[in-house]
């Protein structure tokens, strides 16, 4: 293991980048995959001796994180948001990543980056995003896959300081022989905003944590996902909520659509520090299934350690309405396309709350097109 990482270093990389990675090393030796994803034969071995770097495109700026200098990789470890101790792909990424984005706003500054990452092999990214106080960064994220591609892990860590905005989409179409772990994580300051607008429909198998911690007084976080899986597809999501400032909001919304025999699993949780006095907090799961082989589940869960704080979550898991269908086809409407009809206003819903709502619902209606509706 210590041999094949050595061999993946990067000549000129700097003493903390080598410190962190020497860390990774020690803490993959104390870790095993996880459950969900210990049968599908990605062992380290096989991920590093397959890895190639993928072609990222950025419009807008940003740097190249492998190119970063010694006093840039200080500042990234010194701010780090992400352990690497905690899981086994979590570390794997931090001691062998060879491709990644760091972007970072000034004090007031704006930006808009549009980035698109073309997986393969075995890629293994790294994302740092530092927004000073008073900046705002709109950031729209796409991956897909060459044909060769069978493995993608991306870490990303989000640094937000006082009266900061961050406007994140993020778009999975990674074709279905890849298996996908994301471990996005954001700590929020007094007054800044964070939304996150996600669309899953690609991977063969998928596993996404994200966390949004709200350490400072009035941070907000509006957090929407959507779920698009077919034929024998896994997604494992979790979004984790931690209140820790007066006065935050956070609103987290997931909805899924199932057909074939594919699986869904959203866990969400809200934790509301005893700091964290005023806070206002919503929390929905909901899912259509659309075939009897296919299985969603959802689990909401709220821990509130103070008084005076408002905390909602609500949970469904439902077929088609056969009235609705019914009334369509009443009105001269094929079946499949009344099916259509039917999930598109439930997608629209949630896609009505997040942001690029175009490029949103034009990946959503190809699955649709290509779906088992």
């Keep these: 293991m210590i041999e094949l990482l050595s061999a993946r270093a990067v000549e000129n990389e700097g003493f903390w980048l080598k410190r962190i990675r020497k860390e990774a090393v020690s803490?993959?030796?104390?870790?095993?995959?996880d459950k969900?994803?210990?049968d599908t034969g990605l062992e380290a071995a096989r991920i590093i001796g397959q890895q190639e770097k993928p072609e990222i495109s950025i419009n807008g700026g940003a740097a190249d994180i492998m190119q970063l200098g010694q006093d840039e990789w200080k500042r990234i470890y010194e701010n780090a948001v992400i352990r690497h101790d905690e899981d086994f792909f979590t570390a794997l990424n931090t001691a062998v990543f060879n491709a990644g984005t760091m972007i970072s706003v000034p004090k007031g500054g704006r930006a808009e980056i549009n980035r698109k990452i073309v997986s393969k092999g075995a890629s293994i990214i790294r994302t740092v995003?530092?927004?000073?106080?008073?900046s705002s960064l709109?950031?729209?994220?796409?991956?897909e896959s060459a044909e060769r591609n069978f493995f993608h892990s991306e870490a990303m860590e989000i640094i937000m300081k006082e009266?900061?905005?961050?406007?994140?989409?993020?778009?999975?179409?990674?074709?279905?022989?890849?298996?996908?772990?994301?471990?996005?994580?954001a700590v929020l300051g007094e007054n800044?905003?964070?939304s996150w607008s996600t669309l899953t429909s690609g991977s063969s198998i998928c596993k996404t944590r994200r966390q949004t911690r709200l350490a400072g007084q009035g941070a907000s976080v509006k957090d929407a996902e959507i779920m698009l899986s077919a034929g024998s597809q896994r997604f494992d999501v979790r979004a984790d909520i931690i209140h820790e400032g007066r006065h935050t909001q956070s609103n987290v919304l997931a909805k899924g659509i199932l057909a074939g025999e594919s699986r869904q699993k959203a866990y969400g949780n809200v934790n509301i520090k005893d700091t964290a006095k005023?806070?206002?907090?919503?929390?929905?799961e909901h899912s259509i299934i659309l075939s009897p082989g296919a299985k969603a589940d959802s689990i909401p869960g709220l821990e509130i350690e103070t008084n005076d704080v408002t905390a909602k979550h609500a949970a469904t898991c439902t077929q088609l309405d056969e009235e609705k269908l019914f009334y369509i086809t009443s009105r001269g409407v094929s079946p499949t396309e009344a099916r259509k009809l039917v999930t598109r206003g439930f997608l629209a819903s949630a896609i009505g709350k997040m942001s690029n709502k175009e490029l949103l619902m034009?990946?959503?209606?190809?699955w649709l097109q290509h779906s088992a509706c």
Excluded: H, Q, W, Y
Excluded at 163 to 184: A, G, H, Q, Y
Excluded at 278 to 284: A, D, K, Y
């Design 278 to 284: 005023g806070t206002n907090s919503v929390l929905e």
């Design 138 to 143: 709109s950031f729209t994220d796409t991956a």
């Design 362 to 366: 034009e990946n959503a209606e190809k």
């Design 192 to 194: 800044s905003s964070i």
């Design 36 to 38: 969900s994803l210990s």
């Design 27 to 33: 803490a993959i030796e104390c870790l095993t995959p």
């Design 129 to 134: 995003i530092m927004l000073e106080e008073g």
């Design 163 to 185: 009266n900061s905005n961050l406007d994140l989409t993020f778009i999975n179409s990674l074709n279905n022989n890849t298996v996908s772990v994301f471990n996005r994580k």
